[in-house]
């Protein structure tokens, strides 16, 4: 030490001294860290799967089948199965309004009715000169039998009883129109007119609509004409009643597209017994397109992987049940549920919980008793 002291100087000695002392502590470190890799800790598992219970546990659903179908989304609106606006044929002052607001009437009852003193006297008028011209033309028809009367008078005569009797028929139209009835069963909404008002051609008193079905209309893309069809099922939604869903079906395909919008219209018809819809309600609408049986599997089994998917298949082995990785074409997803084209079949069981810890070909504990055995099925269900 002191011949360093002499070569270095003091504070070169201690420097030295330090770098020996780093250099020991480092190495036994490294002896302690090549100890502890070398002896197993005392209990633990030989490898990853093997015994003391290292296969993870899984849960598994077994591959069914299930109704599909293509959706088509779109948003309607709905119409009463019929509908119109009560207004009068001609001007005149209202002389009677037999009907509330929310009345059911059935079809042809008496709904509003006109003023119509002066009809009424020209009909009682036409009526008479009828009854005069038949009563006229009868005895001339009489006396033409016996040979008193010649073939022109009675010509004229006739003539005249059909020209009385068209006039009762004009007269009578003209009483008609001033009687507004309801051309079918129906609601009447609110009342907007009052006896004694004078009205004129096209202004409302009320409206009459038919809500035992109703029409929703709704525009598809000309690309899907294709899988439209009469009775081709559809859903549909309206906000008022968030909880319930409408079925129905397609009515009529319009015949033609509309070249601005390149969309073809669509009549669905709803059945509406408790009148829950109404006209003019926005509605979002499903097409369910190609109904089809194809197997399905819970949508949380299966793994993406860009533009691949897979799924974990429990296999029996000779060594017992593994995972084994299985590549599947996906069709449609909806509601929960994975439409798989190809990939698997009947009863296989597929891994839905759990498979976050598994590796291709390791060994698992399918949760429950036996694993095929007890993984409840999927039930079949339409869309």
Do not use: W
Request: glycine letters at 10%; zero cysteines.
């Amino acid at each position: 030490m002191l011949g360093l002291i002499k070569r270095y100087g003091f504070a070169g000695a201690i420097a030295l001294g330090l770098l020996a002392m780093t250099i020991v502590v480092a190495g036994k470190s490294l002896f302690n860290a090549a100890e502890h890799v070398a002896a197993p800790r005392a209990g633990a598992p030989a490898g990853r799967g093997g015994p003391g219970g290292g296969a993870p546990e899984v849960v598994v659903a077994t591959v069914a089948q299930q109704t599909f179908s293509d959706a088509i989304q779109a948003l309607g609106t709905a119409q009463a199965r019929e509908s119109i606006v009560l207004t009068p044929k001609v001007a005149d002052t209202i002389r009677a309004i037999r009907f509330d607001s929310g009345d059911r009437v059935r079809r042809g009852q008496v709904l509003v009715e006109m003023s119509s003193v002066e009809q009424a006297a020209s009909l009682d008028e036409a009526r008479a000169a009828n009854e005069a011209a038949q009563d006229e033309l009868r005895r001339y028809q009489e006396l033409f039998d016996r040979g008193f009367a010649s073939q022109a008078r009675l010509d004229a005569v006739q003539a005249s009883a059909e020209a009385a009797q068209a006039r009762l028929a004009a007269n009578t139209s003209r009483i008609s129109d001033r009687t507004i009835r309801a051309p079918f069963a129906g609601v009447v909404g609110l009342r907007t007119a009052s006896p004694g008002q004078y009205v004129r051609p096209g202004e409302q008193i009320g409206t009459l609509d038919d809500l035992s079905e109703i029409k929703l209309d709704f525009d598809v893309p000309e690309t899907q004409i294709a899988r439209l069809a009469q009775n081709v099922a559809i859903t549909a939604r309206a906000a008022a009643f968030p909880n319930r869903v409408f079925e129905g079906v397609i009515a009529n395909v319009d015949s033609r597209v509309d070249p601005s919008t390149r969309t073809v219209r669509v009549r669905a018809m709803l059945p509406n017994g408790d009148e829950a819809l109404r006209p003019g309600m926005l509605l979002s609408v499903e097409v369910s397109a190609n109904p089809r049986q194809a197997l399905a599997v819970p949508e949380i089994a299966i793994l993406d992987q860009g533009a691949d998917a897979f799924v974990y298949k429990v296999a029996q082995g000779e060594a017992g049940q593994r995972a084994e990785r299985v590549p599947v074409h996906v069709g449609v997803r909806h509601g929960g549920m994975a439409e798989i084209l190809s990939g698997l079949t009947v009863g296989d069981a597929v891994i839905v919980e759990g498979m976050q810890s598994v590796r291709p070909g390791q060994p698992v504990r399918v949760r429950g008793a036996s694993a095929e055995r007890d993984a409840a099925p999927l039930r079949p269900r339409g869309r």
